[in-house]
């Protein structure tokens, strides 16, 4: 049972990447029941929430710093959960994890230099 997560990088401030979230060992209907969640964690920083989504109804949460330029989704007969990053800036960068109920993945690093 594991999340796994790619996607992360180098990009140039002002451009876009997308992490991919996916589950292996259960689907994410088996939690039916929990949010889907994207978390970062920056160097020196606590872990933080940035974007979530219901799997009960597919409505989304972002966090205000990142409002407007991620988008979180979907893919359920991929078992995946996307994030879309735009307009990336050098304070975004972080590791980022996803997240079902107790289960995070292994991280992927994002890096935008300033």
């Known amino acids: 049972v594991q999340l796994v997560e790619s996607g992360g990088g180098l990009v140039q401030a002002g451009g876009s990447m997308r992490l991919s979230c996916v589950a292996s060992g259960f689907t994410f209907d088996d939690y039916a029941d929990y949010a889907i969640g994207w978390f970062r964690q920056a160097p020196g920083k606590e872990r933080e929430g940035v974007s979530y989504?219901?799997?009960?109804?597919?409505?989304?949460y972002h966090a205000d710093s990142v409002k407007g330029r991620f988008t979180i989704s979907s893919d359920n007969a991929k078992n995946t959960v996307y994030l879309q990053m735009n307009s990336l800036k050098p304070e975004d960068t972080a590791i980022y994890y996803c997240?079902?109920?107790?289960?995070w993945g292994q991280g992927t690093q994002v890096t935008v230099p300033s």
């Open positions: 997240k079902i109920w107790t289960y």
């Open positions: 989504i219901s799997r009960k109804d597919d409505s989304t």
